[in-house]
């Protein structure tokens, strides 16, 4: 996945989601060329193991959006927490007050910017622009498998052929244990090709009316990171560079304590979630010559993220879609169609757990 017209193909690609596994798989295509003939049309053709079809056609919206606002203002507080360890550090909480916020303003500083959204080809840099799932009714199935040949054709780029050996990534097996103390203790097992991992939570406590009250958000970051381009599918060389300044915990990582703070200032529900950030597979045609320039006529690169999420609410029998003992799929295990980002607050908080779109 990559930003700009040198960048014409995309694709991002998660893993499984708590007990039950769900594949989830996103292609784009982006050309700075307008279709040949009529309308555009474009179809990626995969190997007989994705096992969904001769062929899947991208399809080219009217308008793309990634939500970025509040059209209605928030009531209460939203308070920030972040890295792992018993207790919260040093200035901490900090406490943003939507009372005083602007009605559509999103808090400022509030996203991390030191890595910036790539989502690789949009409408808005592309002169052509497809992508899929679509409305064609198709989307990949636990069995899934993506190594083999891959072939883009249409009339608005050049045919795009290239072979992945890499799969989807394993699911992620995790488990969040209560601590005497009051903070949370979150395992879980390695994933292979893992390049380091991310945990975040998002939780609250109901105020009076039936009204939300505070809000709180943590992240595993030891360096205050929120959202952005934070949770997206990210390359091994910016995931190294994120672990070396502590804002992603490495690979061998398998645990993190979440300070008792979120727990105390968030009792009446709490829902996180465990990023792997996965390999890379690049393409481009032609190769890079060994001098001279380098005229490309397109580019592919593949993305891998493994993903698991859970729900904490008290009463219940652990955690909904986390805990191993627990069979009962959680909410977002049931839901078994496309992601369609959100509007408003929820889809601005989806961006800080986990999911990029806002979904």
Not at 100 to 112: D, F, H, I, N, S
Request: some cysteine.
């Amino acid at each position: 996945m990559g930003a700009g017209q040198m960048n014409p193909m995309a694709m991002m690609m998660g893993g499984g989601r708590g007990n039950n596994v769900q594949h989830e798989l996103y292609l784009r295509l982006g050309s700075s060329t307008a279709p040949a003939v009529g309308g555009p049309k474009a179809d990626h053709f995969m190997p007989p193991s994705a096992k969904l079809g001769r062929s899947v056609a991208l399809t080219t919206l009217e308008q793309e959006r990634i939500p970025d606002e509040m059209p209605e203002k928030p009531r209460g507080r939203l308070l920030l927490y972040w890295g792992c360890g018993e207790r919260a550090g040093a200035g901490q909480p900090v406490v943003i007050d939507f009372a005083r916020l602007a009605a559509g303003r999103v808090p400022p500083g509030l996203w991390c910017t030191t890595v910036v959204r790539d989502w690789g080809p949009t409408l808005t840099n592309s002169r052509t622009f497809g992508r899929w799932p679509s409305e064609d009714g198709k989307f990949v199935k636990p069995d899934t498998s993506l190594p083999g040949a891959h072939r883009i054709a249409g009339n608005y780029s050049p045919e795009i052929a290239f072979t992945l050996t890499k799969d989807f990534m394993a699911p992620l097996t995790s488990r969040t244990t209560a601590n005497p103390s009051g903070s949370t203790l979150v395992q879980w097992s390695s994933v292979a090709d893992a390049t380091g991992y991310l945990v975040t939570m998002f939780g609250g406590k109901q105020g009076p009316g039936g009204q939300m009250g505070d809000m709180v958000m943590w992240t595993s970051s030891a360096t205050r990171q929120f959202g952005g381009g934070y949770a997206d599918w990210l390359t091994p060389g910016q995931v190294a560079g994120l672990v070396r300044d502590r804002s992603v915990l490495p690979p061998t990582a398998t645990n993190c304590t979440i300070p008792l703070e979120v727990r105390r200032d968030a009792p009446d529900f709490r829902v996180g979630s465990l990023n792997a950030f996965g390999p890379m597979e690049e393409f481009s045609y032609p190769p890079r010559p060994a001098s001279g320039p380098w005229n490309l006529a397109w580019t592919a690169r593949i993305r891998h993220k493994s993903t698991n999420s859970w729900m904490d609410i008290p009463g219940m029998n652990g955690a909904m879609g986390m805990d191993e003992t627990d069979a009962r799929p959680s909410p977002r295990q049931q839901q078994q169609q496309q992601c369609r980002p959100k509007r408003g607050l929820g889809g601005l908080l989806g961006q800080a757990l986990g999911g990029g779109s806002g979904c």
